[in-house]
T-cell receptor
Framework: GAVVSQHPSWVICKSGTSVKIECRSLDFQATTMFWYRQFPKQSLMLMATSNEGSKATYEQGVEKDKFLINHASLTLSTLTVTSAHPEDSSFYIC????????????FGQGTRLTVV | GQNIDQPTEMTATEGAIVQINCTYQTSGFNGLFWYQQHAGEAPTFLSYNVLDGLEEKGRFSSFLSRSKGYSYLLLKELQMKDSASYLCAVLDSNYQLIWGAGTKLIIKP
């Protein structure tokens, strides 16, 4: 199967600082990647759709200036949480589909962000 | 609006069979997925159904009825490692995944 690598797996940062999370498709190209957020005991919530070479599409209620997404190549998308606050503490997961396929979303390992 | 319903929690005994149901109302349908998620980990793919009927894959089977907006995941010969959350997700007309809240499955010895 295809592999999506997400880094870091966990991070602790101070309030007001920024954190960058990387999502890489290791053995396939992905024009589109997805960023999710998951609070404890809740389902995945789509934050934004990352499109290679163009601006990301954000879901309603997600601040684009706070959650910066860059999809500079067909194998890498980054999510930067800017000026992090404790309420941003969550589990962030990325996923990608092989170009042209919708039969399976491949997930990164997830990033546990704790803002103190 | 779009909605996916599945039970919040289920309990079953090791070695037994359990069926997790999922009903959906979405704008369009391009397939239904089941994912398994252990606490603190990313979801892992279990199955994909786009046509009516039963898909069997080892101990796990998934069923779909598009006319009823209904699916179930059947787990046989339950093992302790099957304790996890099981997420139902539907691909809508825009090819966006709509997620259920997940069913926490507890396996008892």
């Amino acid at each position: 199967g295809a592999v999506v690598s997400q880094h870091p797996s966990w991070v602790i940062c101070k309030s007001g600082t920024s954190v960058k999370i990387e999502c890489r498709s290791l053995d396939f190209q992905a024009t589109t990647m997805f960023w999710y957020r998951q609070f404890p005991k809740q389902s995945l919530m789509l934050m934004a759709t990352s499109n290679e070479g163009s601006k990301a599409t954000y879901e309603q209620g997600v601040e684009k200036d706070k959650f910066l997404i860059n999809h500079a190549s067909l194998t890498l998308s980054t999510l930067t949480v800017t000026s992090a606050h404790p309420e941003d503490s969550s589990f962030y997961i990325c996923s990608a589909n092989r170009n042209g396929e919708n039969t399976e979303a491949f997930f990164g390992q997830g990033t546990r962000l704790t803002v103190v | 609006g779009q909605n996916i319903d599945q039970p919040t929690e289920m309990t079953a005994t090791e070695g037994a069979i359990v069926q997790i149901n999922c009903t959906y109302q979405t704008s369009g349908f391009n397939g239904l997925f089941w994912y398994q998620q252990h606490a603190g980990e990313a979801p892992t793919f279990l199955s994909y159904n786009v046509l009516d009927g039963l898909e069997e894959k080892g101990r796990f089977s998934s069923f779909l009825s598009r006319s009823k907006g209904y699916s179930y995941l059947l787990l046989k010969e339950l093992q302790m490692k099957d304790s996890a959350s099981y997420l139902c997700a539907v691909l809508d007309s825009n090819y966006q995944l709509i997620w259920g809240a997940g069913t926490k499955l507890i396996i008892k010895p």
